[in-house]
Every structure is written in C-alpha cells, then in structure tokens.
C-alpha cells in the first residue's frame, strides 16, 4: 500500500508563486511514476505534470509549461510542483498520485491518489 500526502497550498494572488509537496510512504518507489493532477470545481480532473522517480524524467501538459516544474528528492520520498506566474485559471484541487511502470496521463491510470490541497490564485 502507498500513502501519499500532499501539502503547500494556499491563496496566492495572480503572478505569485507556490510549491506543493507530496510525501510517500509505504514502498519503494524506484519504478513508479509520479503525478500531478488538478480537479477545478465543475471540471473533470486533469494531468498537471510527472516524473519518473528513476532517472527523473518529467512531462508537462502545455498549459503550464514554462511555469511549473515538477521534481523530486529520493532521500525523503518526496515530490514537489514548483508553481510560478500562477494565473486564475490554475485554481484548483491539486492532487498527487503514483503508479507502476510506464509513464500516463489520464487519471485512470493511476493507483494511488492523496487527498488533495487546494490552490487560488485571485486576480
């Protein structure tokens, strides 16, 4: 079983910067893969960004490339979302998740969800 626990957000006015953590727990996480997603009320939940925990490889959807940037720190089994120029429209739930194996980017695909933390940014 992997736990996953999300921190960091906040209100933030537009342009502002924030960066939310994700702590593991509960395996070993050489294979996974880790995401970040973002559910807006009224809106289907969307792929943010991930990374491959080995290696490092990462993946951005459009919107917020340029602007976030997605890492981790294996000594803690951590993995951050560094926001910056956050507009209005990255307000949202945000929401870690991990899987096994190859990289993906529909919620579907992912095993494990955190609870999620809340991001506004106001105009």
């Known amino acids: 079983q992997v736990q996953l626990v999300e921190s960091g957000g906040g209100l933030v006015q537009s342009g502002g910067s924030l960066r939310l953590s994700c702590a593991a727990s509960g395996r070993t996480f050489s294979n996974y893969v880790m995401g970040w997603f973002r559910q807006a009320p009224g809106k289907e939940r969307e792929f943010v960004a991930a990374i491959r925990w080995s290696g490092g490889r990462t993946y951005y959807t459009d919107s917020v490339k340029g602007r976030f940037t997605i890492s981790r720190d294996n000594a803690k089994n951590t993995v951050y979302l560094q926001m910056n120029s956050l507009k209005p429209e990255d307000t949202a739930v945000y929401f870690c998740?991990?899987?096994?194996?190859?990289?993906?980017?529909?919620?579907?695909?992912?095993?494990?969800w955190g609870q999620g933390t809340q991001v506004t940014v106001s105009s």
């Open positions: 998740a991990s899987r096994v194996g190859v990289t993906a980017y529909r919620r579907e695909d992912y095993d494990y």
